[in-house]
T-cell receptor, first 114, second 109 residues
Framework: SAVISQKPSRDICQRGTSLTIQCQVDSQVTMMFWYRQQPGQSLTLIATANQGSEATYESGFVIDKFPISRPNLTFSTLTVSNMSPEDSSIYLC???????????FGPGTRLTVL | DAKTTQPNSMESNEEEPVHLPCNHSTISGTDYIHWYRQLPSQGPEYVIHGLTSNVNNRMASLAIAEDRKSSTLILHRATLRDAAVYYCIPGAYGQNFVFGPGTRLSVLP
């Protein structure tokens, strides 16, 4: 299994600012994923972040808005740029170890944009 | 992506079995059927997955219809801790997960 931590756990931000969310894993993993969960909704994949390559974004998400870094096999960051109230969501990272079918999720970062 | 249909919500009494259904009539032959659950204020957690045969693990059992167009997650004895949103996610190995709205399970003491 994998233990995932995220920082911050929650934040309240002003519109127009940016927030960087950190995801730390207790083991080396190749595949990491970033999801968004809007209030009362299900999870939506933002991007896949593999170490050593550019992140792959899903339809509706762009690098300028959600830049991702993946400097090593245990760490990744997601930045939410130029925030608006519509960005208020829970942001979660997840990883896949040896079996892609079994993913492990972090506790999430609850973001509120005023 | 295979489309899924799950009940919006279900209720169960504590210590009774729970059968959570999922229809995935457009599933392809190489799609696994994954089940994840999300406890309140937590990230999702893996429950079980299968391809064709029924599967058991310490958390649950997965019964897959012979035509694979539906499956049922079985919690043998529901506890209060099993109250969560349960997601059925068909997908090929290596394919990104697409989460639907899931089934919100309430467990009554």
């Amino acid at each position: 299994s994998a233990v995932i931590s995220q920082k911050p756990s929650r934040d309240i931000c002003q519109r127009g600012t940016s927030l960087t969310i950190q995801c730390q894993v207790d083991s080396q993993v190749t595949m990491m994923f970033w999801y968004r969960q809007q209030p009362g909704q299900s999870l939506t994949l933002i991007a896949t972040a593999n170490q050593g390559s550019e992140a792959t974004y899903e339809s509706g998400f762009v690098i300028d808005k959600f830049p991702i870094s993946r400097p090593n096999l245990t760490f990744s960051t997601l930045t939410v740029s130029n925030m608006s109230p519509e960005d208020s969501s829970i942001y979660l990272c997840s990883v896949a170890l040896r079996d892609y079918n079994e993913q492990f999720f972090g506790p999430g970062t609850r973001l509120t944009v005023l | 992506d295979a489309k899924t249909t799950q009940p919006n919500s279900m209720e169960s009494n504590e210590e009774e079995p729970v059968h959570l259904p999922c229809n995935h009539s457009t599933i392809s032959g190489t799609d696994y059927i994954h089940w994840y659950r999300q406890l309140p204020s937590q990230g999702p957690e893996y429950v079980i997955h299968g391809l064709t045969s029924n599967v058991n693990n310490r958390m649950a059992s997965l019964a897959i219809a012979e035509d694979r167009k539906s499956s049922t997650l079985i919690l043998h004895r529901a506890t209060l801790r099993d109250a969560a949103v349960y997601y059925c996610i068909p997908g090929a190995y290596g394919q990104n997960f697409v989460f639907g709205p899931g089934t919100r399970l309430s467990v009554l003491p």
